[in-house]
């Protein structure tokens, strides 16, 4: 049924692996910020650029789903290993940016694991797990997700079984009912961690300054 932290001390990241993608997401309007919030300095570094080196520690190519014409977003992510894609109907919501990622995708890739640029905190030993988990089940998984202390959260990994339903998502929901779908074909990975916070106001990101 489907459609489509940083590393704990001494823990060591898989080798960067080409056999799995990752998809991030970073066509919103960021109304609430008052500004790009994705271009917002955080620790000397922008905040999309904590997004995507998240994910390009453990899998590659990285697609980012940018709005036409982000310029300055591209040179943030200046060095990295990317596929930018162009997305002219971001306004249809967050279902679209992720519809027009999935399409974007090489047809060699079995899996992808999506993220929310506006989390800087992600943490690539999380990514990790999810690669991990998804490869050793026997029997993929149609997704794997991490299930924090507060719950169910980003990113998440999804199988290419998924990646037809998921080409057709609209609004603003995302992936959640897909998930919720699922049942014993979505793995879930505990983490003793909170989920990573959105940066959606100034005041969060003065709090994980």
Not at 70 to 98: C, F, K, P, W, Y
Not at 124 to 151: H, I, K, M, T
Not at 184 to 189: A, C, G, P, R, S
Request: charged letters at 25%.
């Amino acid at each position: 049924m489907c459609c489509g932290r940083r590393s704990p001390p001494g823990r060591e990241i898989a080798a960067v692996t080409e056999e799995i993608a990752g998809l991030l997401l970073a066509a919103g309007r960021s109304r609430r910020f008052g500004g790009d919030k994705l271009l917002a300095p955080l620790r000397g570094r922008r905040v999309i650029r904590w997004s995507a080196e998240a994910l390009a520690r453990v899998v590659s190519p990285i697609y980012v789903v940018t709005a036409p014409g982000a310029q300055e977003l591209v040179r943030a992510l200046g060095g990295l290993d990317v596929v930018l894609v162009e997305h002219i109907g971001r306004d249809g919501g967050l279902g679209t940016s992720l519809a027009a990622g999935i399409a974007a995708l090489s047809d060699d890739v079995p899996s992808v694991v999506i993220a929310l640029a506006d989390q800087p905190l992600v943490d690539s030993g999380v990514v990790a797990q999810l690669c991990e988990a998804w490869r050793a089940r026997d029997g993929a998984p149609l997704a794997v997700a991490p299930l924090y202390r507060d719950g169910r959260g980003h990113p998440v990994l999804f199988s290419r079984a998924c990646f037809v339903e998921l080409a057709c998502l609209r609004g603003d929901t995302g992936a959640r009912a897909l998930l919720d779908a699922m049942g014993e074909d979505l793995l879930l990975v505990p983490v003793d961690a909170d989920a990573p916070a959105d940066v959606d106001t100034p005041a969060a990101l003065d709090a994980l300054r």
